[in-house]
Structure formats: C-alpha cells, structure tokens
C-alpha cells in the first residue's frame, strides 16, 4: 500500500489485524445487531436475547467494535449505533449489511486465507479450496449465490444511478444487459428511458430472482428475460450492449472469449459499454486493488487499466472509443465494432 507524500503512513499492527476486524463486523451484520439498535441503546444481555446468542460472548464482540467507532459504548453498558454502524442496518440507504455478510461468509472468507496458493500458482484460492470454479459453485449452492446477489445488488444503486446520468443512452431502441444479474442496472436505464426496450441474459438459476426483481419495477411489459452463456453466444440484437463487472470475473482468454460472442451479435451501429473499475496507469492508492486481489482469489479474473482495455477490445474486433468517469468510483468503457473485424470467432 502505497501513501500520498507528508500521509502519515497506517499502523501496521491496525493493518495486520483486519482479518479479526473484518470477522467482527460479519457476525454484528448477520445478527442484524444495527437493526435491533434502531430503536435505540440497549445492552448486550438484550442484544443476545434478542438474536439468540450467548450474552458474554456477544458483549465481547461489541466492545471491540465500540472501540474503533463501529458501535458506541454508553456510561450505562449499553451499546449503540454510530455513523459507521448505522450503514449496517438493513433499511439504511446505501446499507452495506449485506455486503458484510457476503464478506464474512466462508466461501469469500477461505478464499481470502488461501491467497498464498495463487500467488504461487496464479490459480483462484476458491477452486483450490471448495473444488469448483466460483459460478459452478454458486449453482450447486443457491444460498451462496443469493447471499452474493444480494451483496452486490446493496452496493448496485449509486453504481447504477452514476452510469445513467455520466452516459447519453440512445432514447430509443434495444439495450441488451450480459451478465447483469438480477437488472438492476439495466432496470434503472428504463426507468430513465421510457422509450427504450431492454433485454437481459443470465444463467437459468439467476433469471428467476431477476424475473422477480423486474416485476417489482414496474417493467416486465418493457424488458424479456433471456437464458443464455455468454461462452456459447449472444444470441440477440440491439443497440447498445452492457455488461457491468462481468468482464473483471475472467482473465484474459475467457474474457476475449466473451467480448468476441459478443461482437458476433452486434450491428455495425451498436456500441458495447464495459461498466467497471479502472486501476490507475501508474501506482497510485486505489480501492480497485483491492478488489483486484479479490478477484485473483476469488475468481481468477482481474480488474485492469484502459489500455489493458483497449486491447482486450481489439482482439474481440472492437475499438475502444471513450473512457467515461462518473460520480461512483466505476467507469463507463465504450466501444464499437471494428468495421473489417470478422463476426466470428
């Protein structure tokens, strides 16, 4: 970790210890301790009954996290939220509770402790712990893959609402979502966008929670539910193309593979928009290393810098045309067909 220069630089004892913070807050968020505070303070004794823990233990837990400023400790023993906590209830705009609890979880988790095997090997820790490459996983274990939907759909609406207002959606005609998960983003370009029309493709286990979510927003007359796999093709046209932290998951042959399915499907009109994170050229402190070495772990993928973009797009028959900041930390890639490019792999 690098620091700006005359930045004191972090304890590293504070450093070393994250694990245990990053555990402290998983089991506060899954007890939903922030929820049971809403109401106000109230004492461990309480809080344990109240999540059906043992007491002592709890009271521990709490006050580790009192300490640095996740919950706060009153002269009367009790604990209440704070700033920090309060993103930890449930109904809390921008709420990061289920981010937490995907965190925490021991399919991330083991991940996490068994990094030294890809760094020796440059394979995911996932598959070397749990024998399965992450979405077979999440298919034989539907209660992973909900817990995982739904930790990145918290994290999904400043995302989703920074996209729509940095990029100029056509006001009519088909956007095609790849991977979008349960359309959170594709359903928040329609809402925008009254006149366009959107298509979403998905694993078959992921298409029925999206079927549900789309309902929900009022725009199932509006948007058709496509099973597919994005290895074998994209078997639809439009206008535009989305894909939003799909490509990240893969390293580069498999993410080749895709964009290369992808511009099979396209009309020489249609763009494709990549929304993801962008690791700066040079070395510079950004979040997006850290989720890089999420992915190294977790998936086998990577996040990459623009020109690391640029050519994975060309390689697919695609030309990177504008790299597009928003007011989130993600950013929109926009590309178009090379007009000569093969439309087939």
């Known amino acids: 970790m690098t620091c700006e220069p005359g930045t004191p630089a972090p304890d590293l004892m504070a450093l070393i210890s994250g694990a245990a913070v990053a555990q402290a807050i998983f089991v506060a968020a899954k007890l939903g301790i922030a929820d049971l505070l809403r109401e106000g303070p ?12 043992h007491a ?3 009271d521990r837990v709490m006050r580790a996290l009192a ?10 023993g009790r604990f209440a939220l704070t700033p920090l906590s309060d993103r930890l209830r449930s109904d809390a705009p921008g709420s990061l509770r289920a981010y937490a609890i995907m965190n925490g979880e021991r399919w991330v988790w083991q991940s996490w402790g068994a990094i030294e095997h890809s760094v020796r090997t440059g394979r995911p820790a996932f598959e070397h712990v749990f024998g399965a490459r992450l979405f077979d996983y999440y298919t034989a274990n539907p209660e992973a893959g909900r817990v995982s939907a739904a930790a990145l759909d918290s994290l999904s609406a400043a995302d989703n609402a920074a996209v729509v207002a940095a990029y100029r959606f056509p006001a009519s005609g088909v956007v095609v ?3 979008g998960g349960q359309g959170s983003l594709l359903a928040a370009i329609l809402a925008a966008h009254p006149d366009l029309r959107g298509v979403l493709v998905e694993r078959p286990a992921v298409i029925d929670l999206a079927r549900t979510a789309i309902a929900a927003a009022g725009l199932a007359d509006r948007c058709d539910l496509l099973a597919g796999d994005f290895f074998a093709e994209v078997a639809v046209r439009g206008d535009v193309y989305l894909m939003k932290k799909v490509i990240h998951d893969w390293d580069d042959d ?14 020489a009109s249609a763009r494709l928009l990549l929304v993801e994170h962008v690791l700066p050229e040079a070395n510079q402190p950004s979040p997006a290393r850290w989720l890089d070495l999420l992915m190294l772990v977790y998936t086998g993928g990577r996040e990459r810098t623009a020109a690391d973009y640029a050519s994975l797009l060309a390689a697919a028959g695609l030309r990177l045309e504008r790299v597009i900041p928003t007011a989130s930390r993600i ?15």
Do not use: K, N, Q
């Not at 498999?254 to 009309?267: F, N, T, V």
């Open 42 to 53: 109230a004492s461990a004794a309480a809080l344990a009954a109240a999540a059906g823990v």
């Open 177 to 179: 979502d790849i991977g």
């Open 331 to 345: 950013t929109v890639i926009e590309a178009r067909p090379i007009a000569d490019a093969a439309r087939a792999i």
């Open 67 to 76: 300490g640095i400023g996740v919950f706060a400790f009153d002269a009367d």
């Open 254 to 267: 498999d993410a080749r593979a895709i964009l290369s399915h992808c511009r099979a499907a396209m009309p």
């Open 56 to 58: 002592p233990s709890l």
